[in-house]
């Protein structure tokens, strides 16, 4: 079993930037990966940010590339989304979640077995 919690959430300006942290406890292993997604009311869970947990492969989603960053410190069971330059659109629930191996794409929240609490992120203009 593999348990998530996220921090860092909060209100935040434009332009501005936050990291959000998620701290991993449980089994994890080199075919581990870690996702992160974002829920914004009325609207279904997307992703934002992948990275694999050996290599450090990361993946990012469209609309957040070059502006967010997503790393990992596996010595500290922790996974991190670096956010800068933020946009009212990215006002939203942020989730990280956790899986082992998939033939599946990183983008799909359906090969997450592992879900945090989600922590809410709301950026006024």
């Known amino acids: 079993q593999v348990q998530l919690v996220e921090s860092g959430g909060g209100f935040f300006q434009a332009g501005g930037s936050l990291r959000l942290s998620c701290a991993v406890s449980g089994r994890t292993g080199s075919s581990y990966a870690m996702g992160w997604f974002r829920q914004a009311p009325g609207k279904e869970r997307a992703f934002v940010a992948a990275i694999t947990w050996s290599g450090g492969t990361t993946y990012y989603a469209d609309s957040v590339k070059g502006r967010f960053t997503v790393s990992r410190d596996s010595a500290k069971n922790m996974v991190y989304l670096q956010m800068n330059s933020l946009k009212p659109e990215d006002t939203a629930v942020y989730s990280c979640?956790?899986?082992?191996?998939?033939?599946?794409?990183?983008?799909?929240?359906?090969?997450?077995?592992?879900w945090g609490q989600g922590t809410q992120v709301t950026v006024s203009s």
């Open positions: 979640a956790g899986r082992y191996y998939s033939v599946a794409s990183y983008y799909t929240p359906q090969s997450y077995a592992y």
